[in-house]
């Protein structure tokens, strides 16, 4: 069946949250020392990583880390405590960079993503934004002009699903009007992302590398579709 519509999630798959001048500053340990490459590397996969736990938490962190992406209040608890456990020492400077976490315009988006957005419209096929996320992430594509080529975005704190569970896949596809065997998912999680193929969706998956060591793993995907100019 032709592709009518493609899936993308967002973090690691479009957009991604990188080091840049702007967290040397804010990222010191209790001594006040700057932290290492290494160390703010490994925060920042701590913060984005689709589905590792990657810290331990009690009770009532647990629940916040597993309900963390339907429920912006849950959401900054858990990352709060993610910052705190990772050595950032106190809550004031967890909250400043918390903050950047959920700023999408601190985002960087892959350096393919408009390409790939314009090449599926010539084309006339949908596009939408599955992400298992608890913040309006639209302003990273509406600052660039890119929510013209968006036909739904599929927050899972507006749906009420978290990926993979199938109902974030079957709500964006009912808001394209697709069948699942005519979509295409597009991520950087097989676990979360591939959940759509148990709709019957198809999927690609990509790799969540820093954004210049990516330059054309969307178009590759889609190439490997069938999807190309």
Same mark, same amino acid.
């Given at each position: 069946?032709?592709?009518? #519509? ?39 996969? %701590? ?20 309900? %963390? ?23 004031? +400077?967890?909250?400043?960079?918390? +903050? ?22 010539? +084309? ?9 996320? #608890? ?12 929510? %013209? ?69 969307? @178009? ?6 069938? @999807?190309?100019?």
């Amino acid at each position: 069946m032709t592709i009518e #519509a493609v899936l993308f999630d967002y973090s690691g798959t479009l957009f991604r949250l990188e080091d840049d001048d702007s967290w040397v500053d804010q990222m010191v340990d209790a001594d006040g020392r700057a932290f290492d490459v290494h160390e703010k590397t490994e925060i920042l996969r %701590r913060m984005t990583a689709p589905v590792e736990q990657l810290v331990q938490f009690g009770t009532d962190g647990q629940y916040a880390w597993d309900n %963390r992406d339907l429920d912006p209040k849950l959401h900054r608890r858990a990352y709060t405590e993610v910052l705190r456990k990772s050595g950032v020492p106190t809550d004031d +400077q967890a909250a400043i960079l918390y +903050q950047r976490l959920i700023d999408p315009l601190t985002w960087t988006p892959y350096p393919d993503v408009e390409e790939v957005l314009t090449l599926l419209a010539a +084309q006339g096929i949908q596009v939408a934004v599955v992400s298992n996320i #608890a913040f309006d992430i639209r302003p990273a594509f509406t600052t660039r002009n890119w929510d %013209r080529y968006i036909d739904a975005f599929a927050l899972s704190f507006e749906i009420g699903a978290v990926k993979p569970d199938p109902r974030i896949f079957a709500a964006t596809l009912d808001k394209l009007g697709v069948e699942p065997e005519a979509a295409l998912m597009v991520g950087d999680s097989a676990e979360a992302d591939g959940g759509a193929t148990a709709l019957g969706c198809r999927f690609a998956l990509v790799d969540p590398l820093p954004s210049q060591e990516r330059p054309s793993g969307l @178009l590759d995907a889609l190439r490997g579709h069938g @999807l190309s100019r």
